[in-house]
């Protein structure tokens, strides 16, 4: 029984992208998420100030912001805009593979050298569709909604399977690069290994010949 109970928490916690982390006033946090194509990313943050008299973060003022960039494969840019100091953004890949999202201050005259800290939660495929909202607006029963999910999952399943197809695709074409560019640096070596012998046998024939010794 305690084991399952660990492992239920493992697999729980496994599913959990929250965290937190501290910037300052011109600093920019990226986070790299490796996602498959056609696939919903929503993130949710919360900016809190650091109060010098109490140590601690206190709910940030309304007029600090979140500047919110996130980047494809290819560095094109597919969402950049200014939130508040609490929100939620949220994208869908057009392309497999790595996003960079990246976070910072829109204002820096509201920090006053202090720290801002953000909690931030990225849930990706089907941890990002709010069930209860989707039940509501289309009439689902219970029966409807627990199947809608298994569905929305079956789907995420297939998305991530092709998308470690692609990653292994990707990762034979580059093998095979590799491969063929030491197979290629090796031959270059041993053709200039052996124009340098005949070379110097050349040389050594004519300086022979020179002193008159063959």
């Avoid at 239920?8 to 600093?27: G, M, N, P, R």
């Avoid at 298994?150 to 292994?168: F, M, P, T």
Wanted: glycine residues 6%; contains cysteine.
């Amino acid at each position: 029984m305690f084991s399952f109970t660990v492992l239920t928490l493992l697999s729980y916690l496994s599913l959990s992208s929250a965290l937190y982390f501290h910037i300052s006033e011109t600093e920019r946090k990226c986070f790299i998420e490796e996602i498959p194509d056609e696939t919903l990313v929503v993130g949710n943050y919360k900016c809190e100030l650091h109060d010098p008299k109490t140590g601690g973060f206190m709910p940030s003022s309304p007029g600090i912001g979140m500047h919110v960039e996130i980047r494809d494969p290819q560095e094109k840019i597919i969402l950049s805009k200014v939130y508040s100091s609490e929100g939620k953004f949220s994208f869908t890949s057009n392309l497999p593979g790595e996003h960079v999202i990246c976070l910072y201050s829109n204002t820096t005259k509201w920090f006053s050298g202090s720290q801002l800290r953000v909690h931030l939660d990225i849930q990706v495929g089907e941890h990002a569709v709010d069930y209860g909202n989707v039940a509501q607006k289309e009439k689902l029963t219970e029966l409807q909604l627990r199947l809608r999910q298994l569905l929305d999952q079956v789907e995420q399943i297939s998305k991530e399977q092709n998308y470690q197809r692609y990653r292994e695709e990707r990762f034979r074409q580059t093998s095979e690069s590799t491969n063929q560019r030491v197979l290629w640096w090796s031959i270059s070596q041993t053709v200039i290994l052996l124009l340098m012998g005949f070379w110097q046998m050349r040389h050594l024939k004519s300086f022979f010949q020179a002193k008159k010794l063959v």
